[in-house]
């Protein structure tokens, strides 16, 4: 066992600047006084675990961050393999107005593209355009919907899905095609989660910033890469046991290496927390285990389809489809609204998300094309196709997290809870505001930064 256990280069990529050469270092000290003496390991190289990083490092304290993956980013990635950078992750900046990723975007100088949610053509089951008088009468039934579910939640005893809710108080509005449209592509995507989990008390209990949502049109990872400089981060680095005490943290990864340091910060993806892959001594308290347990992860799946001509309407933004499967490809972006690429990128949610999976890339590009050919027609066969598998990924297993049945906000607070003095907890899971955004994850890690440094300071 030996703090901070020098690398084995033959497997590891080390991102290390020296903390003199770091920008960021010489100006927190100029502007917070006195560095704050402290090892800490980060667990985690995703936003939480940057923002964390990064706010310590620029405090003085000598920080390590240790990731599982051979990239820093987390469940942001962006992939330039199809010759443009396209998020397999984190797209948007939700609310950019007040966000905190506006101005760290600024800074990192990513290019922003205002989405427009009005700019969608729609059209249903059978390829048929569903005309804009009737999208937005179906927009007002859907909303006045969500108040009624709003209004009954109180008056119940106890939890229930969405979709039971649903099927008591208003069950047309579960065989009609142009809500179930709205039930997946607004509240499913929004939250994570399908209908038939999703809380109808608490699906609703997050916070959200103003403003029309913007894409990372030249990548997301701007962001995390303009974060990590200077960090010590370790890649392929998979913890897997953490144990802890009043006076100091060990770090244990797969290979039997142990850091040792004054504190850490859990940043694992909730998911990862419920395999119980990485193990705690003392085990967690019960309060945190229950909440562990409670609050569910969604899938969240896109397909990214290139094409040598756009067969579609290049200057709309979104096309709608009327899927007779909740959370199925009911939602295609169209890349060329913001670049010259000819690319539509749709979705699979949750439940169907996790079907998805089971399939081969042939089998899902054969069934998307055959829903474009519905909305189309003839379309030929794209060029080039990417498939990502959220649930199925080891270092994230799923999308992100939502209120599930059963689950209140009280269990995200649980979620964010230190345990003992020197074991914090960030991610977007424990962001009872923010849950299941980039800005959630960075708030949390700031969060849990600013906990640390009063710690040091002590
Ligand atoms: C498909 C998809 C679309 C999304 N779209 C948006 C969007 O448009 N806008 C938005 O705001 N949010 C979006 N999100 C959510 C957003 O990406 C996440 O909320 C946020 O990135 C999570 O950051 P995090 O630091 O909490 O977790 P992560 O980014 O998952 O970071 C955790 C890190 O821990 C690492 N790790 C896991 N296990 C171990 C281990 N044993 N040892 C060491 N390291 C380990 C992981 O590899 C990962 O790098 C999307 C997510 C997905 C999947």
Known sequence: MKPFALPRFSRRHFLHVLATCSPFLALARSVAGRPVAGKVVVIGAGMAGLAAGRALADAGVEVKVLEARDYIGGRIHTDRSLGFPFDLGAAWIHGPEGNPITELATKAKGRMFVTDDESVLMYDSRGQVVDGPSMTKGERRYRDLVKRLEADAPKQTRDESVALALRRIAPEALADPLMRYFLSAYMEFDSGGSIE???????????????????????????????????????????????????????????????????????????????????????????????????????????????????????????????????????????RTFCDVNALVTFAFDSYGRTFEQQSDAQITDDVMATLRTMFGDVPAPERVLVTRWGSDAFARGAYSFASVGATRQDFESLAAPVGKRLRFAGEHTSAAYRGTVHGAYLSGLREATRIKQLLSA
């Open 197 to 335: 989990r999703l809380s109808a008390a608490e699906w609703q209990n997050d916070e959200k910033y103003p403003g029309k949502d913007v894409l990372m049109i030249d990548g997301y990872d701007a962001v995390t890469n303009w974060l990590a400089q200077g960090l010590d981060i370790q890649t392929e680095t998979i913890v897997a046991s953490i144990a802890y005490d009043d006076e100091h943290v060990s770090v244990t990864d797969t290979h039997g290496e142990t850091y040792e340091a004054d504190a850490a910060i859990v940043t694992l993806p909730l998911g990862v927390l419920q395999s119980g892959g990485v193990t705690f001594s003392p085990g967690l308290p019960a309060r945190k285990r229950e909440a562990i347990a409670r609050v569910r992860v969604g899938v969240v799946n896109k397909v990214c389809l290139v094409f040598g001509q756009p067969h579609w309407d290049v200057k709309t933004q979104y096309f709608g489809f009327q899927s007779s499967v909740m959370g199925k490809y009911n939602y295609f972006l169209n890349t």
